[in-house]
């Protein structure tokens, strides 16, 4: 799903509602990413701002079961049409609220592209299904012994000779 900056340029408002809902498989295969957005045109910056509702299937880190997370993540992101290199030829301090894309006078921004990275980024750093999982618990219970891979056997018949 693409929008165009021009037809947003082109409006009265000079905004446009964004209603998306789309299946990615490698985050779930049954629910469809949600995202409630508004394109604003202020000049040469649009701001993308709103919702994106999510139900990801994850793997826990602590006892490798899957789970579902439910993500809602609030979103507001610049856009600039032309290069902003062009008029910040020296250096400048970027603030929070500073992170401009550039899109280098393209007309054109792939918001299922824009909802998938912000979904990807949002994707918790360690991943556990719930406050109370028996995770460690169960890993306990296996001692080295009972785990073994079989790709590994050839490193047991591997003899060291120590040089004197």
């Known amino acids: 799903m693409n929008i165009k900056i021009s037809e947003i340029e082109n409006s009265e408002s000079k905004s446009q509602e964004?209603?998306?809902?789309?299946?990615?498989?490698?985050?779930?295969?049954?629910?469809?990413?949600?995202?409630?957005?508004?394109?604003?045109?202020?000049?040469?910056?649009?701001k993308i701002s709103g919702q994106i509702k999510a139900?990801?299937?994850?793997?826990?880190?602590?006892?490798?079961?899957?789970?579902?997370?439910?993500?809602?993540?609030?979103?507001?992101e610049f856009f600039t049409k032309n290069s902003i290199e062009e008029k910040y030829t020296d250096e400048y301090e970027i603030k929070q609220e500073g992170f401009i894309e550039d899109l280098n006078g393209k007309d054109e921004i792939d918001i299922t592209d824009f909802v998938y990275q912000t979904v990807i980024i949002n994707i918790p750093n360690k991943c556990v299904c719930g406050i109370n999982c028996k995770g460690e618990e169960i890993l306990k219970k296996y001692t080295r012994e009972e785990i073994t891979d079989p790709r590994l056997e050839i490193f047991k018949r591997i003899k060291i000779e120590k040089d004197n």
Do not use: S
């Open 55 to 76: 139900v990801l299937v994850l793997t826990c880190d602590k006892c490798l079961n899957e789970y579902n997370e439910e993500l809602n993540i609030k979103v507001e």
């Open 18 to 46: 964004i209603h998306f809902c789309e299946i990615f498989e490698e985050f779930n295969k049954e629910v469809p990413v949600k995202a409630e957005l508004t394109a604003e045109l202020a000049g040469q910056i649009l």
